[in-house]
Nanobody
Framework: QVQLVESGGGLVQAGGSLRLSCAAS????????MGWFRQAPGKEREFVAA????????SYADSVKDRFTISRDNLKNTVWLQMDSLKPEDTAVYSCAADGPKLWDTLVSRRGASYEYWGQGTQVTVSS
């Protein structure tokens, strides 16, 4: 079992920044690829970003590329999502998820179904 708890959401004006955190406990955090997903009201959940177990590779949705940065610290059991130049369309509930355990740095998945463990989510609201 992996327990995930997100924090850092809130209300921000367009153009502003937020940094989401996801603290993990349970199994060895460094064995898991980690992802961030979001779901806006009335819309399906969508992939935002993912990072490999070692942190050496990452993948981003086209809609957030060059604005969002995913990172992790395996000693702190934490993954972050730095969100800059926020837009109203970024408004959603953001959830982190864990995919694994992985034996080595395989390609990260963009599919929610690949992730077995999920946090409860944190609300991000961007006002225009």
């Amino acid at each position: 079992q992996v327990q995930l708890v997100e924090s850092g959401g809130g209300l921000v004006q367009a153009g502003g920044s937020l940094r989401l955190s996801c603290a993990a406990s349970g199994r060895t955090f460094g064995d898991y690829h980690m992802g961030w997903f979001r779901q806006a009201p009335g819309k399906e959940r969508e992939f935002v970003a993912a990072i490999s177990r070692s942190g050496t590779s990452a993948s981003y949705a086209d809609s957030v590329k060059d604005r969002f940065t995913i990172s992790r610290d395996n000693l702190k059991n934490t993954v972050w999502l730095q969100m800059d130049s926020l837009k109203p369309e970024d408004t959603a509930v953001y959830s982190c998820a864990a995919d694994g355990p992985k034996l080595w740095d395989t390609l990260v998945s963009r599919r929610g179904a690949s992730y077995e463990y999920w946090g409860q989510g944190t609300q991000v609201t961007v006002s225009s």
